[in-house]
């Protein structure tokens, strides 16, 4: 039998203050959380692949940008008005909403730095 990799099946964002994320992803985003028995993690109910956040267990300010080369890729039904909710919510867009690769596109930065673009597929 193979012992190969099959390929991505959770992803986790460690953050500064689990409260604020918690309530950035769900209430500016629009992401649901889902029940989880990691202590100090939320898990968003994303699809196909599960998001969590979880409190940093390492020193975050140490670096000068948390995920620098990498960018999480989030599919939306309707960008451009998710745009909206982000800038209205106070959040800087880093990439305005334009036509990409694959249709409607923004960038943002959460909270604690991370890249997400957002994207209709």
Not at 83 to 100: F, L, R
């Amino acid at each position: 039998m193979p012992n190969n990799a099959i390929g991505p099946n959770f992803l986790t964002l460690q953050v500064r203050d689990l409260d604020r994320a918690r309530d950035f992803y769900t209430n500016v985003v629009g992401f649901t959380t889902t029940e989880t028995a990691a202590p100090n993690a939320v898990v968003l109910d994303t699809q196909p692949i599960k998001l969590a956040l979880r409190k940093a267990v390492i020193d975050l300010d140490s670096v000068p940008e948390l995920g620098w080369g990498v960018v999480l890729w989030v599919k939306a039904e309707d960008p451009d008005k998710l745009a909206e909710v982000v800038s209205a919510a106070g959040v800087t867009i880093t990439k305005p909403p334009c036509d990409g690769f694959c249709g409607r596109e923004f960038q943002f930065k959460d909270p604690d730095g991370y890249e997400l673009t957002v994207y209709e597929g």
